[in-house]
T-cell receptor
Framework: QQQVKQSPQSLIVQKGGISIINCAYE??????FPWYQQFPGKGPALLIA?????SEKKEGRFTISFNKSAKQFSLHIMDSQPGDSATYFC??????????FGQGTRLTINP | NAGVTQTPKFQVLKTGQSMTLQCAQD?????MSWYRQDPGMGLRLIHY???????DQGEVPNGYNVSRSTTEDFPLRLLSAAPSQTSVYFC??????????????FGQGTRLTVV
């Protein structure tokens, strides 16, 4: 079963717009929620992460919003740029380093 | 800094052949893992290791073996390749669970095709 569900599968946003990717999880024991960014031909790389004791974390143009009661979290990319075009994965971890990934979202930013 | 190095980058196998995907990290990380990436499925955990001599199964372990004789290396063995194992394989490593930074560092992947 998919422990972390991610949507949408693909997303097209105009340059300067806001990109929003959503994830939902079931296991309330998850205690760390990272987002990974993957460019074609490369491995995923950590973009931003949040722990469940905070509701929002912002790093530059990237923001994670976390709703513990709804068991949902989302990535917002403000002022989206063509260089942000990539595949984004949400993930969750419980305890020892067993990352559980969402299905991925292929983001395309049109110039 | 090398980070996590995977070899080979590309491989074509015939059904029934065996092979080993190599993974090495130079960051002295305790945790290492193998994922496969398939369209629409995200990354799924195959096997992982919490330290030298210790391995365990992930979500999709069937058809794969691992061993961890050193901290640096974590090879993945395909015992008898099947077309269903056509995928992109990623190795990852990370600090111990007690560290505040739990970032996983990924290699560049091995694209495997089984015909």
């Amino acid at each position: 079963q998919q422990q972390v569900k991610q949507s949408p599968q693909s997303l097209i946003v105009q340059k300067g717009g806001i990109s929003i990717i959503n994830c939902a999880y079931e296991n309330t024991a998850f205690d760390y929620f990272p987002w990974y960014q993957q460019f074609p031909g490369k491995g995923p790389a950590l973009l931003i992460a949040i722990r469940p004791d905070v509701s929002e974390k912002k790093e530059g143009r990237f923001t994670i919003s976390f709703n513990k009661s709804a068991k949902q979290f989302s990535l917002h990319i403000m002022d989206s740029q063509p260089g942000d075009s990539a595949t984004y994965f949400c993930a969750a971890i419980q305890g020892a380093q067993k990352l559980v990934f969402g299905q991925g979202t292929r983001l395309t930013i049109n110039p | 800094n090398a980070g996590v190095t995977q070899t080979p980058k590309f491989q074509v196998l015939k059904t029934g052949q065996s092979m080993t995907l190599q993974c090495a990290q130079d960051m002295n990380h305790e945790y290492m893992s193998w994922y496969r990436q398939d369209p629409g499925m995200g990354l799924r955990l195959i096997h992982y290791s919490v330290g030298a001599g210790i391995t365990d199964q992930g979500e999709v372990p069937n058809g794969y073996n691992v061993s961890r004789s050193t901290t640096e290396d974590f090879p993945l063995r395909l015992l008898s390749a099947a077309p269903s194992q056509t995928s992109v394989y990623f190795c990852a490593s990370s600090f111990s669970e007690t560290a505040l930074n739990t970032e996983a560092f990924f290699g560049q992947g091995t694209r495997l095709t089984v015909v």
